[in-house]
């Protein structure tokens, strides 16, 4: 809830409380009758959307795409200033071992991808397609992320634009509002055929 304003930390407040009762109702098999078993398992995945609308919304629209490292100068310029871009590196591990590694780099302030790249304090060169570290400059955010000269810039995940994963709520609660009719009256046709059977 840190950062949250008053209006979402109502919603959140209001689904978290949804999800819990769901999935309690699951785990006991009763909801507003006794639970079929495709109605506890569509429950359990009802409680796991709005628990994790992230999940789906991934699945739908990726967050990312993984770029190779010939696209890093250009992705860095598409990014937003403070964004951290996730990038994969291959180098010499301290035996002289060859080794494979991700680091996050948070974009900084620039015109251009090469006055961005620069004020990370990295220093790239081209070497038949591949994009290798020349330099990195001392307390530079580069030097900062455990960079270092002669090393290759693989790959980078560049982010991809994404509907807000509270989108899911949508079709989430709409499905348990259809379970929650379906329940209901098979509970009062439960009710109505017992309370025949009794006046008989």
């Known amino acids: 809830m840190i950062g949250v304003g008053w209006i979402e930390g109502v919603l959140v407040f209001l689904i978290a409380t949804t999800a819990m009762l769901v999935f309690a109702a699951a785990l006991q098999g009763w909801f507003f009758d006794r639970c079929r078993i495709w109605e506890v398992a569509l429950m ?6 709005l628990f994790r609308p992230g999940f789906w919304m991934d699945m739908i629209y990726p967050p990312f795409e ?12 598409a990014a937003a200033p403070g964004e951290i871009l996730q990038v994969r590196i291959a180098g010499m591990g301290q ?6 590694f991700a680091v996050l780099l948070e974009v900084p302030e620039g015109a251009t991808g090469e006055e961005r790249v620069q004020n990370m304090g990295l220093d ?17 955010i580069g030097e900062a992320a455990g960079l270092d000269w002669d090393q290759e810039i693989l790959t980078v995940r560049e982010p991809l634009p994404q509907p807000h994963r509270y989108w899911i709520f949508i079709p989430t609660l709409l499905v348990l509002a ?6 209901r009256n098979r509970a009062q046709r439960r009710e109505t055929t017992e309370s025949a059977a009794a006046a008989a």
């Not at 359990?44 to 959307?49: E, Q, Y």
């Open 44 to 49: 359990l995945v009802i409680a796991f959307s």
């Open 66 to 77: 993984q770029r190779g490292g010939e696209a890093f100068v250009e992705v860095v310029e």
């Open 95 to 100: 035996f002289g071992d060859p080794i494979e």
């Open 124 to 140: 790239l060169i081209e070497q038949e397609g591949r994009v290798i570290i020349d330099n990195v400059a001392f307390g530079s």
């Open 178 to 183: 259809g379970l929650v009719a379906i329940q």
